[in-house]
């Protein structure tokens, strides 16, 4: 449990420097853990940001919200130090909305800040990067997809245009070239946009065009039930069905004052482990295989499709949609099951030992991983990296050992990390959390107890808030509700930790050659429906 | 070296002697494909994979197809980088109105006769998106589809016995 007593200090910088800070009782927010909820006056909004970079907070998520019926709008920003999160707010007028921006102060906030200027048409001023960012060609600059006039169904053309005239940074010079990437790849992929100025095979510069696979999710969630966001969220991203329905239900069971059964939070935990140990042989078959070492690839994509086909078997879906639903699980465990899922560790454990000897001692692996794709200790920390890519260069946070929730509150979580920031370090920090995550289920097995898997739930007050922050694989994903009327939705808003490792990409590439940018790319593996929302 | 080979030997060949019961079913699957692809496309089908805004759920069961389990290209299925190169496409997602453009010019950059699968219960109705501002909802409201292959995400044996529904 962290030390709290940094925030009486900060309070005490702040009001020093004129910034006055009210704290709000939110009482459904605290009952899932270490936050808090401070509002600000808008003229104080970047002016905090600078104290609180001072002070060494972490700069986590932003969002805005509109109150109904053209009402103000709430902006937010979330920040966290030793595991404790401060959920900043401030609240401005319908009429031209402005923010002096953070992004200045945080890099980390940068596409935030865009997403919100596209959805709300809340400008940030003093932003260094003005360009539209989530908006492509389906709405016009006028028009803000999250204002609560603007219709689900918006007002599209029959076909839409693309988005021809980004105005991309641009490179000049003898030798200089471009080239574009995208948005449909070569390889079974999401879409999205690279371009690259090079000189030879040399990276000078590259630069993400993202959004291309925007569905709306944030607009398409309001009015929904809990039920229906649960399966939404498991949507947000494909590979992190658990993680992100595990998040959402969890700002819900928040809002709504539910407590879940310690078995369905054992239950959970198991699946999000399956879920990390599952992508992260993915993963780590890919990196090898783009730098064409097939043995990896088939030994590991073998071992990944044995472990879905346990998760068919005895969860009765191999990714592990809609088991997490609000109040508890969907899918239960029997005493055999949990005996044969102790087997399959043992067998991965081993397997895995052999196919990794085989893989550290390969010199040809080596000269390909290491040193590439190098991500310093400082912008890591400047874009506030998570997950893998942040534990290979020094971020060393994990919300299950940081801000531990249930089941994680109960074991002892043992944080992987690397040092070298190198595609090397992205590689071997997955491979000691399969092993961490292996131990993990093994600790929530035998803690498993007869009892219910779902709580009953209960209808929120019209208002209440919750927000969910959940390790998944990726790393730290924040999610934030807020209900209407009627159990509704009105509020939405996932943080994918893709959202903040992307940007790490567009750094790691630079002095790299142009042909090991796709496995510098797996390496960092950032989802774009997560990021696209 | 010596370790790679080793396990390499010790691994066998996963693909045919299989133990799950599924796999029977995966085997006479995949014969029934390889003949009708043998007849219909004189030995080969070559696959264009195009997410249109899919969640990248049913992109994991597509890789999955290539695992030395299923193994697709024994079958004479095997997919390419290009549109230019293919036979087929499988589109996956509700299409997002910021690929609508993208995934029109891929279709028109495919060389006729060509053949358009929609994957996953998104692409075949729109599933959980719908249509909306950001979503042209199923790939049928924006190119012509074949052949749909239901399922959130379907598995890979789903998408073998639709990939057949398209021989058929």
């Known amino acids: 449990m962290s030390d709290t007593n940094w925030t009486n200090e900060f309070l005490a910088l702040l009001g020093i420097a004129g910034i006055t800070v009210e704290p709000i009782h939110v009482p459904s927010m605290v009952q899932g853990g270490q936050k808090i909820l401070w509002q600000v006056d808008s003229d104080d909004w970047q002016r905090f940001s600078q104290y609180a970079k001072a002070q060494g907070l972490r700069w986590v998520a932003g969002w805005a919200e509109q109150v109904p019926g053209k009402g103000p709008f709430f902006v937010n920003a979330c920040f966290e130090k030793q595991g404790l999160y401060i959920l900043l707010r401030t609240i401005i007028g319908e009429q031209k909305p402005q923010l002096l921006t953070q992004a200045n102060v945080y890099p980390a906030a940068n596409r935030s800040e865009r997403h919100t200027q596209d959805m709300f048409g809340i400008h940030f001023v003093g932003h260094e990067d003005n360009r539209r960012w989530t908006r492509h060609q389906a709405w016009d600059k006028h028009s803000h997809p999250l204002r609560k006039d603007f219709p689900v169904q918006g007002s599209p053309e029959t076909v839409t245009p693309p988005d021809m005239d980004y105005p991309f940074i641009k490179a000049h010079g003898a030798g200089v070239y471009e080239i574009p990437v995208g948005p449909v790849h070569a390889g079974i992929i999401e879409p999205g946009h690279f371009r690259f100025q090079a000189v030879g095979e040399l990276i000078l510069n590259l630069e993400e065009r993202l959004g291309y696979v925007h569905k709306g999710i944030e607009k398409i969630a309001e009015g929904r039930t809990p039920e229906s966001l649960a399966r939404l969220a498991g949507r947000v991203s494909g590979d992190t069905t658990v993680g992100h329905a595990w998040a959402a239900c969890m700002a819900m069971e928040q809002a709504a004052s539910v407590t879940i059964p310690p078995r369905a939070a054992l239950l959970r935990g198991i699946y999000a482990e399956r879920e990390r140990i599952a992508n992260h042989l993915g993963d780590m078959g890919a990196i090898c295989n783009d730098v064409a070492f097939t043995f990896a690839q088939m030994q590991f994509t073998r071992l990944r499709e044995v472990w879905l086909r346990t998760n068919a078997k005895v969860f009765g879906h191999r990714l592990l949609m809609d088991s997490i639903v609000p109040g508890g699980v969907a899918n239960d465990l029997t005493h055999e099951d949990s005996n044969s899922i102790r087997q399959e560790l043992a067998v991965l454990r081993k397997e895995l030992s052999e196919v990794v000897n085989a893989v550290d001692l390969n010199s040809s692996l080596e000269d390909r991983l290491y040193t590439a794709g190098f991500l310093s200790q400082e912008l890591a920390a400047a874009f506030g990296a998570l997950g893998y890519v942040g534990r290979a260069s020094g971020q060393h946070f994990d919300a299950r050992h940081d801000a531990a929730y249930p089941p994680y509150d109960q074991v002892k979580v043992k944080v992987a990390t690397e040092n070298q920031g190198d595609i090397a370090s992205r590689f071997w920090v997955r491979h000691k959390e399969i092993n961490a995550s292996l131990k993990l289920i093994e600790h929530f097995l035998q803690q498993l107890e007869p009892g219910d898997i779902v709580s009953p739930w209960q209808t929120p007050k019209s208002g209440s808030e919750g927000l969910g922050i959940v390790e998944g694989w990726r790393g730290e994903i924040v999610t934030f509700v807020r209900f209407d009327d009627h159990n509704q939705i009105a509020r939405f808003y996932p943080r994918d930790p893709s959202q903040l490792n992307w940007p790490t990409l567009e750094k790691l590439v630079l002095n790299n050659i142009v042909p090991d940018f796709p496995v510098c790319n797996k390496s960092v593996n950032g989802s774009y429906s997560g990021n696209d929302l | ?168």
């Open chain 2, 1 to 168: 070296m010596l370790n790679i080979i080793k396990k390499i030997f010790t691994t066998g060949v996963v693909t045919e002697p299989v133990k799950f019961p599924t796999d029977n079913e995966l085997e006479q699957l995949g014969i029934t494909l390889k003949q009708r692809i043998d007849k219909k496309f004189n030995g080969s089908i070559a696959i264009r994979q195009v997410d249109a805004g899919s969640c990248n759920g049913c992109e994991l069961e597509i890789h999955a197809l290539n695992n030395p389990y299923y193994d697709i290209e024994r079958f004479g299925i095997h997919f390419v980088a290009s549109p230019r190169h293919a036979d087929v496409l499988l589109v996956t997602g509700p299409v997002s109105r910021h690929m609508q453009t993208a995934l029109l010019r891929t279709y028109d950059a495919t060389p006729n006769p060509k053949w358009v699968v929609a994957v996953g219960d998104c692409a075949a109705c729109g599933g959980e998106f719908g249509v909306s501002y950001a979503s042209c909802g199923a790939v049928s409201n924006v190119i012509p589809v074949d052949v749909t292959i239901p399922g959130c995400p379907p598995t890979p044996l789903a998408l073998m016995k639709g990939l057949l529904g398209l021989m058929g």
